[in-house]
C-alpha cells in the first residue's frame, strides 16, 4: 500500500472493526499541533477515509501510538464500538504487547520489572521524568511499569550493547525510553533520553526501539495477536 510521499504503509491485519498497520519509523502517529508533518492517521484516510467517524480529530480511530521514531504495531479502531472496546482493555491491561530494544551498555539483572511514576519534566515540555513516591511534585504522577529480559549481549565496534525484550505493562509516553534511562542503559540512538558522550552504533539514524508483538480480543471475541518483523534499518545495526 503506498500513500502521497511515497510513505509506504503495511498491513498486517484488517477486519470490519480493526486495521493493524506497521507503522515504519520517521512518522508521527497522529499530529498533536498544526503545521507538522502529514502523520500516520492522515495517511490512512486517504484510502479509509471513514476513519474520520471513529473518535475524535486529530487521532480518530488510532487506539494507542508509538514514537515517531519507534516502529512497529499500531491498532486502529475503524469505528467508535470498536475504539471504546480497544480501549478498554488497554486501560484493564489486558493487552500484551513486547518491544525489541537495543541498550547501551547492560541492566544489572538479566531480567527484572521496572516500576516508578512517570510525569512530564519541570523545565522540558516534551520530556518525561522518573518520580519515585513521596518524591517532592510526584503527586498526580501515573503509574508506569516495564518488564525486561535480556536476549543476549553484543560488542558492536568495540562498545558493549545489550538487545532486550520488554513488555510495557502500562502506556505512559515515552515509558520505555525512560525507564532504560532510569536502568542505567539507555536506548542506542535515543537523542532525548540518552547520555551526554554515549556511544551509537554506527547508521543508526534513530532510537533502536520496535513494537514487535501485541495480542489482544477483537469484539467479534476471538483472541488474535499479531507480530512484526524487525525492520531492515535495524537488523543491518545488528550485523555490523
Excluded: W
Excluded at 498497520?21 to 502523520?39: M, N, R, W
Excluded at 479509509?48 to 486529530?58: H, Q, V
Excluded at 513486547?98 to 541498550?103: E, F, Q, R, S
Excluded at 540518552?194 to 513494537?211: N, S, V, Y
Aim: charged share 35%; net charge positive.
Amino acid at each position: 500500500m503506498v500513500f502521497k510521499k511515497e510513505v509506504k504503509i503495511k498491513i498486517i491485519y484488517e477486519d470490519d472493526d480493526v486495521l493493524v498497520v506497521d507503522k515504519p519509523a520517521g512518522i508521527v502517529v497522529f499530529s498533536e499541533e498544526k503545521g507538522e508533518q502529514a502523520a500516520l492517521i492522515d495517511l490512512l484516510l486517504e484510502k479509509y477515509p471513514y476513519l474520520k467517524d471513529a473518535g475524535n480529530p486529530p487521532r480518530y480511530g488510532i487506539v494507542h501510538r508509538l514514537d515517531k521514531d519507534t516502529s512497529g504495531i499500531v491498532l486502529v479502531a475503524k469505528n467508535n464500538k470498536a475504539l471504546i472496546f480497544f480501549q478498554k482493555q488497554f486501560k484493564k491491561r489486558d493487552v500484551k504487547k513486547k518491544y525489541i530494544v537495543l541498550a547501551i551498555g547492560s541492566a544489572k539483572r538479566s531480567q527484572g520489572e521496572i516500576k516508578t511514576l512517570i510525569g512530564r519534566a519541570p523545565k522540558e515540555r516534551k520530556k518525561q521524568k522518573v518520580y519515585l513516591p513521596l518524591e517532592p511534585n510526584s503527586e498526580k504522577k501515573r503509574e508506569a511499569v516495564t518488564e525486561y529480559k535480556i536476549i543476549k549481549k553484543v560488542n558492536l565496534e568495540g562498545k558493549n550493547y545489550s538487545l532486550f525484550e520488554v513488555f510495557p505493562k502500562t502506556g505512559r509516553k515515552h515509558q520505555i525510553r525512560v525507564h532504560f534511562a532510569y536502568l542505567g542503559c539507555p536506548i542506542a540512538g535515543d537523542k532525548i533520553y540518552g547520555f551526554k558522550g554515549q556511544p551509537c552504533p554506527q547508521g543508526l539514524k534513530r532510537q533502536f526501539l520496535h513494537a514487535s508483538y501485541l495480542k489482544i480480543s477483537l469484539p467479534s471475541g476471538e483472541v488474535k495477536e499479531f507480530e512484526s518483523e524487525l525492520p531492515e534499518d535495524l537488523k543491518r545495526v545488528l550485523l555490523k
